[in-house]
Protein backbone atom coordinates (compact mmCIF):
# COMPACT_ATOMS: atom_id res chain seq x y z
CA UNK A 1 0.00 0.00 0.00
CA UNK A 2 2.83 2.48 0.91
CA UNK A 3 4.41 1.43 -2.31
CA UNK A 4 1.36 2.61 -4.18
CA UNK A 5 0.89 5.70 -2.67
CA UNK A 6 4.78 6.59 -3.22
CA UNK A 7 3.98 6.09 -6.51
CA UNK A 8 0.67 8.13 -6.48
CA UNK A 9 2.98 11.20 -4.70
CA UNK A 10 6.20 10.80 -7.38
CA UNK A 11 3.82 10.64 -10.40
CA UNK A 12 1.46 13.62 -8.94
CA UNK A 13 -1.51 11.61 -9.16
CA UNK A 14 -2.19 12.55 -5.63
CA UNK A 15 -2.91 16.27 -3.88
CA UNK A 16 -1.55 17.29 -0.76
CA UNK A 17 -5.22 16.75 0.47
CA UNK A 18 -5.52 13.71 -1.76
CA UNK A 19 -2.23 12.66 0.49
CA UNK A 20 -3.38 13.18 3.91
CA UNK A 21 -7.20 11.66 2.66
CA UNK A 22 -5.10 8.73 1.79
CA UNK A 23 -3.03 8.46 4.72
CA UNK A 24 -5.88 8.71 7.06
CA UNK A 25 -7.18 5.87 5.14
CA UNK A 26 -4.43 3.58 4.93
CA UNK A 27 -5.37 1.29 8.34
CA UNK A 28 -8.46 0.82 6.87
CA UNK A 29 -7.34 0.11 3.24
CA UNK A 30 -4.49 -2.30 4.64
CA UNK A 31 -7.46 -3.99 6.65
CA UNK A 32 -9.58 -4.47 3.14
CA UNK A 33 -6.73 -5.72 1.41
CA UNK A 34 -5.95 -8.15 4.38
CA UNK A 35 -8.86 -9.89 4.50
CA UNK A 36 -9.40 -10.28 0.27
CA UNK A 37 -5.97 -11.60 -0.28
CA UNK A 38 -6.05 -14.15 2.72
CA UNK A 39 -10.13 -14.79 2.63
CA UNK A 40 -11.29 -17.70 -0.08
CA UNK A 41 -12.11 -16.88 -3.33
CA UNK A 42 -14.51 -19.93 -3.65
CA UNK A 43 -17.18 -18.52 -1.46
CA UNK A 44 -20.94 -19.01 -0.34
CA UNK A 45 -23.76 -17.12 -2.33
CA UNK A 46 -27.47 -16.64 -1.58
CA UNK A 47 -28.87 -18.30 -5.13
CA UNK A 48 -32.16 -16.69 -5.55
CA UNK A 49 -32.67 -17.35 -9.31
CA UNK A 50 -34.87 -20.59 -8.97
CA UNK A 51 -32.88 -22.65 -10.72
CA UNK A 52 -32.74 -25.48 -8.64
CA UNK A 53 -29.63 -27.35 -10.04
CA UNK A 54 -27.73 -24.09 -10.94
CA UNK A 55 -24.27 -25.53 -13.13
CA UNK A 56 -22.31 -22.41 -12.27
CA UNK A 57 -23.66 -21.96 -8.41
CA UNK A 58 -21.94 -25.40 -7.72
CA UNK A 59 -25.38 -27.30 -8.17
CA UNK A 60 -26.99 -29.51 -5.60
CA UNK A 61 -26.10 -27.86 -1.99
CA UNK A 62 -25.67 -30.80 0.24
CA UNK A 63 -27.47 -32.27 3.40
CA UNK A 64 -25.58 -31.21 6.83
CA UNK A 65 -25.59 -35.25 7.47
CA UNK A 66 -24.08 -35.31 4.52
CA UNK A 67 -21.14 -32.95 5.47
CA UNK A 68 -21.01 -34.39 8.41
CA UNK A 69 -20.37 -37.82 7.07
CA UNK A 70 -17.79 -36.40 4.64
CA UNK A 71 -16.10 -34.59 8.34
CA UNK A 72 -16.24 -38.07 9.96
CA UNK A 73 -14.64 -40.04 6.83
CA UNK A 74 -12.14 -37.60 5.90
CA UNK A 75 -10.73 -36.15 9.38
CA UNK A 76 -8.98 -39.36 10.12
CA UNK A 77 -8.40 -42.70 8.45
CA UNK A 78 -11.30 -44.62 7.22
CA UNK A 79 -11.56 -48.37 5.92
CA UNK A 80 -11.63 -46.54 2.31
CA UNK A 81 -9.94 -49.98 0.58
CA UNK A 82 -10.04 -51.54 3.29
CA UNK A 83 -12.10 -55.15 4.50
CA UNK A 84 -12.24 -54.53 8.41
CA UNK A 85 -13.47 -57.88 8.79
CA UNK A 86 -11.30 -60.06 6.87
CA UNK A 87 -8.06 -57.14 7.38
CA UNK A 88 -7.47 -57.40 3.58
CA UNK A 89 -7.41 -54.88 1.19
CA UNK A 90 -11.18 -53.96 -0.23
CA UNK A 91 -12.21 -51.83 -2.61
CA UNK A 92 -13.93 -48.52 -2.37
CA UNK A 93 -16.80 -49.46 -4.75
CA UNK A 94 -18.39 -51.49 -1.49
CA UNK A 95 -19.28 -48.28 -0.09
CA UNK A 96 -21.68 -47.15 -2.03
CA UNK A 97 -22.63 -50.16 -4.14
CA UNK A 98 -24.80 -51.64 -1.47
CA UNK A 99 -26.95 -49.06 -1.45
CA UNK A 100 -27.66 -48.78 -5.25
CA UNK A 101 -28.28 -52.18 -5.04
CA UNK A 102 -31.07 -51.81 -2.63
CA UNK A 103 -32.57 -48.83 -3.48
CA UNK A 104 -33.30 -50.73 -7.50
CA UNK A 105 -34.46 -53.86 -5.33
CA UNK A 106 -36.65 -51.84 -3.21
CA UNK A 107 -37.89 -49.77 -6.79
CA UNK A 108 -38.35 -53.87 -7.69
CA UNK A 109 -40.63 -54.98 -5.24
CA UNK A 110 -43.43 -52.57 -6.80
CA UNK A 111 -43.35 -53.96 -10.48
CA UNK A 112 -41.41 -56.05 -13.08
CA UNK A 113 -38.11 -57.56 -11.48
CA UNK A 114 -35.28 -55.23 -12.83
CA UNK A 115 -32.86 -58.27 -12.65
CA UNK A 116 -31.62 -56.46 -9.47
CA UNK A 117 -28.75 -59.14 -8.18
CA UNK A 118 -27.10 -58.81 -11.45
CA UNK A 119 -26.62 -55.12 -11.21
CA UNK A 120 -24.42 -53.16 -9.83
CA UNK A 121 -22.44 -49.44 -9.65
CA UNK A 122 -19.42 -47.85 -10.02
CA UNK A 123 -18.34 -44.27 -9.59
CA UNK A 124 -16.36 -41.75 -11.40
CA UNK A 125 -15.77 -37.85 -11.25
CA UNK A 126 -18.50 -36.72 -13.12
CA UNK A 127 -21.12 -38.06 -16.22
CA UNK A 128 -18.84 -36.81 -18.63
CA UNK A 129 -16.21 -39.42 -17.36
CA UNK A 130 -18.51 -41.87 -17.06
CA UNK A 131 -20.15 -41.18 -20.73
CA UNK A 132 -15.77 -41.66 -21.69
CA UNK A 133 -15.13 -44.81 -19.86
CA UNK A 134 -18.09 -46.33 -20.85
CA UNK A 135 -18.02 -45.86 -24.38
CA UNK A 136 -14.56 -46.58 -24.45
CA UNK A 137 -14.95 -50.06 -22.70
CA UNK A 138 -17.88 -51.08 -24.69
CA UNK A 139 -17.12 -49.32 -28.12
CA UNK A 140 -13.27 -49.11 -28.58
CA UNK A 141 -12.72 -50.04 -31.91
CA UNK A 142 -16.05 -50.73 -32.85
CA UNK A 143 -19.36 -48.73 -34.05
CA UNK A 144 -21.70 -47.06 -31.57
CA UNK A 145 -25.26 -46.09 -33.09
CA UNK A 146 -26.36 -43.15 -32.00
CA UNK A 147 -29.68 -41.07 -33.17
CA UNK A 148 -29.10 -37.83 -34.85
CA UNK A 149 -31.77 -36.18 -33.11
CA UNK A 150 -29.68 -37.24 -29.74
CA UNK A 151 -25.91 -35.42 -30.62
CA UNK A 152 -26.17 -33.39 -27.43
CA UNK A 153 -23.63 -30.76 -26.73
CA UNK A 154 -24.35 -30.53 -22.56
CA UNK A 155 -22.40 -27.30 -22.63
CA UNK A 156 -18.63 -26.47 -21.37
CA UNK A 157 -17.09 -28.47 -25.02
CA UNK A 158 -19.06 -32.12 -23.48
CA UNK A 159 -20.18 -33.01 -27.15
CA UNK A 160 -21.21 -36.90 -27.67
CA UNK A 161 -19.27 -36.88 -31.17
CA UNK A 162 -16.55 -35.11 -29.82
CA UNK A 163 -16.62 -37.85 -26.48
CA UNK A 164 -17.20 -40.70 -29.11
CA UNK A 165 -13.65 -39.58 -30.61
CA UNK A 166 -12.25 -39.47 -27.70
CA UNK A 167 -13.29 -42.99 -26.29
CA UNK A 168 -11.87 -44.63 -29.75
CA UNK A 169 -15.51 -45.56 -30.74
CA UNK A 170 -16.68 -44.82 -34.14
CA UNK A 171 -19.71 -42.57 -34.14
CA UNK A 172 -22.42 -44.10 -36.16
CA UNK A 173 -25.17 -41.66 -37.11
CA UNK A 174 -29.03 -43.05 -37.54
CA UNK A 175 -32.10 -41.27 -38.56
CA UNK A 176 -32.61 -37.62 -38.58
CA UNK A 177 -32.63 -34.76 -36.48
CA UNK A 178 -36.44 -35.09 -35.70
CA UNK A 179 -37.02 -38.60 -36.53
CA UNK A 180 -35.40 -41.64 -35.91
CA UNK A 181 -37.26 -45.17 -36.79
CA UNK A 182 -36.08 -48.40 -34.58
CA UNK A 183 -35.49 -50.09 -38.22
CA UNK A 184 -32.49 -47.04 -38.68
CA UNK A 185 -30.89 -48.75 -36.07
CA UNK A 186 -31.46 -51.83 -37.56
CA UNK A 187 -30.37 -51.32 -41.08
CA UNK A 188 -26.91 -49.61 -39.57
CA UNK A 189 -26.27 -52.75 -37.33
CA UNK A 190 -22.98 -54.33 -38.62
CA UNK A 191 -19.95 -56.74 -37.48
CA UNK A 192 -18.14 -53.50 -35.83
CA UNK A 193 -21.24 -52.62 -34.11
CA UNK A 194 -20.53 -52.44 -30.04
CA UNK A 195 -23.54 -50.47 -28.71
CA UNK A 196 -26.37 -48.94 -29.31
CA UNK A 197 -26.75 -45.74 -27.13
CA UNK A 198 -29.72 -43.97 -26.08
CA UNK A 199 -28.68 -39.87 -24.57
CA UNK A 200 -30.80 -37.79 -23.12
CA UNK A 201 -32.00 -34.53 -24.41
CA UNK A 202 -31.17 -32.44 -21.34
CA UNK A 203 -31.04 -29.20 -22.39
CA UNK A 204 -33.48 -29.14 -25.16
CA UNK A 205 -36.68 -30.01 -26.97
CA UNK A 206 -37.72 -31.52 -30.24
CA UNK A 207 -40.91 -30.82 -31.04
CA UNK A 208 -43.70 -30.97 -33.88
CA UNK A 209 -42.92 -33.75 -36.45
CA UNK A 210 -40.82 -36.12 -33.91
CA UNK A 211 -40.27 -40.16 -34.04
CA UNK A 212 -38.04 -41.93 -31.38
CA UNK A 213 -37.97 -45.62 -30.65
CA UNK A 214 -39.10 -46.81 -27.53
CA UNK A 215 -36.35 -47.73 -24.79
CA UNK A 216 -38.32 -51.15 -24.80
CA UNK A 217 -37.59 -51.00 -29.01
CA UNK A 218 -34.26 -50.47 -28.74
CA UNK A 219 -33.67 -53.07 -26.29
CA UNK A 220 -35.64 -55.72 -27.72
CA UNK A 221 -33.76 -55.23 -30.64
CA UNK A 222 -30.17 -55.16 -28.83
CA UNK A 223 -30.77 -58.40 -27.19
CA UNK A 224 -31.99 -59.89 -30.79
CA UNK A 225 -28.49 -59.09 -31.92
CA UNK A 226 -26.43 -59.59 -28.98
CA UNK A 227 -25.29 -55.88 -28.64
CA UNK A 228 -25.88 -54.08 -25.43
CA UNK A 229 -27.84 -50.73 -24.77
CA UNK A 230 -26.30 -47.86 -23.15
CA UNK A 231 -28.20 -44.59 -22.00
CA UNK A 232 -26.56 -41.39 -20.78
CA UNK A 233 -29.54 -40.11 -18.68
CA UNK A 234 -27.64 -37.03 -17.91
CA UNK A 235 -29.51 -36.52 -14.43
CA UNK A 236 -30.76 -39.30 -13.31
CA UNK A 237 -33.32 -38.98 -10.85
CA UNK A 238 -33.86 -41.57 -7.96
CA UNK A 239 -37.31 -40.14 -6.77
CA UNK A 240 -40.13 -40.17 -8.60
CA UNK A 241 -40.80 -36.32 -10.33
CA UNK A 242 -44.04 -36.69 -10.84
CA UNK A 243 -44.44 -36.13 -7.37
CA UNK A 244 -43.88 -32.97 -8.14
CA UNK A 245 -45.48 -32.06 -11.36
CA UNK A 246 -42.86 -33.15 -13.84
CA UNK A 247 -43.13 -35.91 -16.16
CA UNK A 248 -40.70 -36.15 -18.80
CA UNK A 249 -37.80 -37.34 -16.74
CA UNK A 250 -36.65 -40.72 -17.14
CA UNK A 251 -34.50 -42.17 -13.98
CA UNK A 252 -31.86 -45.03 -13.77
CA UNK A 253 -34.55 -47.13 -12.16
CA UNK A 254 -36.85 -47.19 -14.86
CA UNK A 255 -34.08 -48.02 -17.32
CA UNK A 256 -32.63 -50.68 -16.14
CA UNK A 257 -36.26 -52.09 -15.49
CA UNK A 258 -37.06 -51.80 -18.88
CA UNK A 259 -33.81 -53.84 -19.81
CA UNK A 260 -31.31 -51.10 -20.58
CA UNK A 261 -27.62 -52.50 -19.71
CA UNK A 262 -25.90 -49.57 -18.40
CA UNK A 263 -27.17 -46.36 -17.23
CA UNK A 264 -25.16 -43.25 -16.41
CA UNK A 265 -25.61 -40.20 -14.57
CA UNK A 266 -24.25 -37.65 -12.52
CA UNK A 267 -24.15 -37.48 -8.59
CA UNK A 268 -24.87 -33.68 -8.47
CA UNK A 269 -27.56 -33.18 -10.49
CA UNK A 270 -31.42 -34.83 -9.98
CA UNK A 271 -29.66 -37.29 -7.29
CA UNK A 272 -29.01 -34.21 -5.36
CA UNK A 273 -25.55 -35.51 -3.88
CA UNK A 274 -22.07 -34.66 -4.30
CA UNK A 275 -20.35 -33.85 -7.94
CA UNK A 276 -19.71 -37.77 -9.54
CA UNK A 277 -20.60 -39.88 -12.48
CA UNK A 278 -22.77 -42.84 -11.78
CA UNK A 279 -22.62 -46.29 -13.62
CA UNK A 280 -25.10 -48.51 -13.04
CA UNK A 281 -25.94 -52.21 -15.66
CA UNK A 282 -25.44 -55.55 -16.25
CA UNK A 283 -22.68 -56.74 -13.46
CA UNK A 284 -20.56 -58.32 -16.35
CA UNK A 285 -20.16 -54.70 -18.22
CA UNK A 286 -20.04 -53.05 -15.73
CA UNK A 287 -16.98 -54.99 -13.81
CA UNK A 288 -15.44 -54.61 -17.91
CA UNK A 289 -15.44 -50.81 -17.17
CA UNK A 290 -14.10 -51.09 -13.55
CA UNK A 291 -11.21 -52.61 -14.92
CA UNK A 292 -10.34 -50.36 -17.65
CA UNK A 293 -7.07 -48.54 -16.59
CA UNK A 294 -9.26 -45.52 -17.12
CA UNK A 295 -10.88 -46.08 -13.73
CA UNK A 296 -7.93 -45.43 -12.00
CA UNK A 297 -7.37 -41.73 -13.53
CA UNK A 298 -11.77 -41.02 -13.46
CA UNK A 299 -12.07 -42.16 -9.45
CA UNK A 300 -13.17 -40.51 -6.43
CA UNK A 301 -11.74 -40.11 -3.65
CA UNK A 302 -13.22 -40.54 0.17
CA UNK A 303 -14.77 -37.00 0.24
CA UNK A 304 -17.46 -37.57 -2.40
CA UNK A 305 -18.14 -42.06 -1.48
CA UNK A 306 -19.19 -40.38 2.23
CA UNK A 307 -21.30 -37.79 0.87
CA UNK A 308 -22.77 -39.73 -1.54
CA UNK A 309 -23.54 -42.83 0.82
CA UNK A 310 -24.98 -40.41 3.17
CA UNK A 311 -27.42 -39.07 0.77
CA UNK A 312 -28.00 -42.52 -0.92
CA UNK A 313 -28.55 -43.47 2.59
CA UNK A 314 -31.31 -40.49 2.88
CA UNK A 315 -33.23 -42.40 -0.68
CA UNK A 316 -33.45 -45.45 1.33
CA UNK A 317 -34.89 -44.19 4.88
CA UNK A 318 -37.08 -42.23 1.82
CA UNK A 319 -36.20 -39.42 3.87
CA UNK A 320 -36.65 -37.43 1.06
CA UNK A 321 -37.24 -33.57 2.54
CA UNK A 322 -33.65 -33.99 4.19
CA UNK A 323 -31.70 -33.73 0.83
CA UNK A 324 -31.95 -29.82 -0.01
CA UNK A 325 -32.62 -29.83 -3.89
CA UNK A 326 -35.62 -32.28 -3.12
CA UNK A 327 -36.59 -30.20 -0.40
CA UNK A 328 -37.06 -26.87 -2.44
CA UNK A 329 -38.56 -29.31 -5.31
CA UNK A 330 -41.50 -30.14 -2.90
CA UNK A 331 -41.88 -26.92 -0.88
CA UNK A 332 -45.52 -25.24 -1.62
CA UNK A 333 -45.73 -22.21 -2.94
CA UNK A 334 -48.03 -20.72 -0.59
CA UNK A 335 -44.82 -21.34 1.73
CA UNK A 336 -42.84 -19.20 -1.15
CA UNK A 337 -45.36 -16.63 -1.60
CA UNK A 338 -45.51 -16.41 2.62
CA UNK A 339 -41.96 -15.72 3.14
CA UNK A 340 -41.71 -13.31 -0.08
CA UNK A 341 -44.48 -11.21 1.58
CA UNK A 342 -42.54 -11.02 5.18
CA UNK A 343 -39.33 -9.81 3.39
CA UNK A 344 -41.31 -6.88 1.45
CA UNK A 345 -42.97 -6.18 4.97
CA UNK A 346 -39.36 -5.84 6.73
CA UNK A 347 -37.64 -4.00 3.90
CA UNK A 348 -39.74 -1.19 4.02
CA UNK A 349 -38.34 2.02 2.48
CA UNK A 350 -39.45 3.13 -0.99
CA UNK A 351 -38.58 0.17 -3.54
CA UNK A 352 -41.25 -0.81 -5.15
CA UNK A 353 -41.88 -4.64 -4.43
CA UNK A 354 -44.10 -7.07 -5.59
CA UNK A 355 -44.79 -10.67 -5.61
CA UNK A 356 -45.49 -12.21 -9.04
CA UNK A 357 -46.85 -14.93 -10.65
CA UNK A 358 -43.38 -17.44 -12.39
CA UNK A 359 -41.62 -20.32 -12.73
CA UNK A 360 -38.60 -21.89 -11.04
CA UNK A 361 -36.19 -23.92 -13.10
CA UNK A 362 -35.02 -27.37 -11.63
CA UNK A 363 -32.13 -27.37 -14.07
CA UNK A 364 -29.10 -29.48 -14.24
CA UNK A 365 -29.92 -31.54 -17.43
CA UNK A 366 -33.39 -31.86 -16.73
CA UNK A 367 -35.90 -31.27 -19.71
CA UNK A 368 -36.11 -27.15 -20.46
CA UNK A 369 -39.79 -27.45 -19.84
CA UNK A 370 -39.34 -29.21 -16.45
CA UNK A 371 -40.33 -26.09 -14.01
CA UNK A 372 -42.42 -25.50 -11.25
CA UNK A 373 -45.12 -22.76 -10.53
CA UNK A 374 -43.63 -20.48 -7.94
CA UNK A 375 -43.93 -16.89 -6.55
CA UNK A 376 -41.34 -14.01 -7.49
CA UNK A 377 -40.13 -11.30 -5.46
CA UNK A 378 -40.11 -8.52 -8.12
CA UNK A 379 -37.75 -5.82 -7.21
CA UNK A 380 -37.67 -2.20 -8.90
CA UNK A 381 -36.74 1.32 -8.25
CA UNK A 382 -37.16 4.79 -8.89
CA UNK A 383 -32.81 5.46 -9.04
CA UNK A 384 -31.69 2.77 -10.37
CA UNK A 385 -31.76 0.07 -13.24
CA UNK A 386 -32.97 -3.69 -12.86
CA UNK A 387 -28.86 -4.36 -13.78
CA UNK A 388 -27.70 -1.90 -11.16
CA UNK A 389 -29.87 -3.40 -8.64
CA UNK A 390 -29.02 -6.76 -9.65
CA UNK A 391 -25.53 -5.89 -9.23
CA UNK A 392 -25.90 -4.26 -6.10
CA UNK A 393 -27.40 -7.67 -4.70
CA UNK A 394 -24.02 -9.40 -5.93
CA UNK A 395 -21.50 -7.15 -3.96
CA UNK A 396 -23.41 -7.78 -0.43
CA UNK A 397 -21.90 -10.29 1.36
CA UNK A 398 -22.83 -13.09 1.03
CA UNK A 399 -23.80 -12.18 -2.83
CA UNK A 400 -27.37 -12.68 -3.86
CA UNK A 401 -27.74 -13.71 -7.10
CA UNK A 402 -30.90 -13.03 -9.20
CA UNK A 403 -32.71 -12.77 -12.08
CA UNK A 404 -33.37 -9.99 -14.58
CA UNK A 405 -36.21 -10.09 -16.83
CA UNK A 406 -38.75 -7.02 -18.39
CA UNK A 407 -36.56 -4.11 -16.52
CA UNK A 408 -37.23 -5.58 -13.39
CA UNK A 409 -35.20 -7.97 -10.78
CA UNK A 410 -36.71 -10.89 -9.93
CA UNK A 411 -35.92 -12.72 -6.38
CA UNK A 412 -37.26 -16.60 -6.20
CA UNK A 413 -37.21 -17.62 -2.49
CA UNK A 414 -37.33 -21.37 -3.46
CA UNK A 415 -33.78 -21.51 -3.66
CA UNK A 416 -33.36 -19.57 -0.74
CA UNK A 417 -32.52 -21.31 2.06
CA UNK A 418 -35.21 -19.78 4.87
CA UNK A 419 -32.56 -18.91 7.32
CA UNK A 420 -31.22 -17.00 4.53
CA UNK A 421 -34.47 -14.56 3.86
CA UNK A 422 -32.92 -12.28 6.72
CA UNK A 423 -29.86 -11.81 4.16
CA UNK A 424 -32.47 -10.74 1.76
CA UNK A 425 -33.96 -8.16 3.37
CA UNK A 426 -30.76 -7.04 4.27
CA UNK A 427 -29.20 -7.16 0.84
CA UNK A 428 -32.89 -5.27 -0.19
CA UNK A 429 -32.04 -2.44 2.30
CA UNK A 430 -28.95 -1.35 0.55
CA UNK A 431 -30.66 -0.64 -2.62
CA UNK A 432 -31.28 3.41 -2.88
CA UNK A 433 -35.12 4.27 -3.87
C1 LIG B 1 -25.14 -33.18 -17.48
C2 LIG B 1 -24.98 -34.21 -18.52
C3 LIG B 1 -23.72 -34.78 -18.77
C4 LIG B 1 -22.48 -34.33 -18.02
O1 LIG B 1 -22.60 -34.61 -16.66
P1 LIG B 1 -21.55 -33.97 -15.61
O2 LIG B 1 -21.88 -34.65 -14.34
O3 LIG B 1 -21.79 -32.52 -15.64
O4 LIG B 1 -20.19 -34.33 -16.11
C5 LIG B 1 -23.62 -35.73 -19.74
N1 LIG B 1 -24.70 -36.13 -20.45
C6 LIG B 1 -25.92 -35.62 -20.23
C7 LIG B 1 -27.08 -36.10 -21.05
C8 LIG B 1 -26.10 -34.64 -19.26
O5 LIG B 1 -27.31 -34.12 -19.02
Keep these: MLDRLRGDIASGTLDETGVDLTLNGLPEAIDRELR ?3 GYSLRPVINATGVILHTNL ?3 PLADFALDHVREAASTYSNLEFDVASGERG ?5 VDRLFQ ?3 ETAAQDGIQPRPHTTSTIVVNNNAAAVLIALNTLGEGGEVIVSRGELVEIGGSFRIP ?3 GKSGAVLREVGTTNRTRISDYERAINERTRLLLRVHRSNFAIVGFTEQPSLAELVALGRERGIPVMEDLGSGALFDLRAVGVNSEPGPIESL ?5 VVTYSGDKLLGGPQAGIISGRRELVARIRSNPLFRALRVDKLTYAALEATLLAYIKQNHDSIPSLRMMRVPVEQIECRARAVIAQVGGSLTLEVIEGESLIGGGSAP ?3 LATKLLAVSSESSSAGLIAERLRTFDPPVIARVEDGRVLLDLRTVFPEQDEAIVRALRTIPA
Excluded at 91 to 95: F, G, I
Excluded at 257 to 261: I, K
Design 36 to 38: RAL
Design 58 to 60: GRA
Design 91 to 95: KRDVH
Design 102 to 104: KLI
Design 162 to 164: DVM
Design 257 to 261: REGVD
Design 369 to 371: GAT
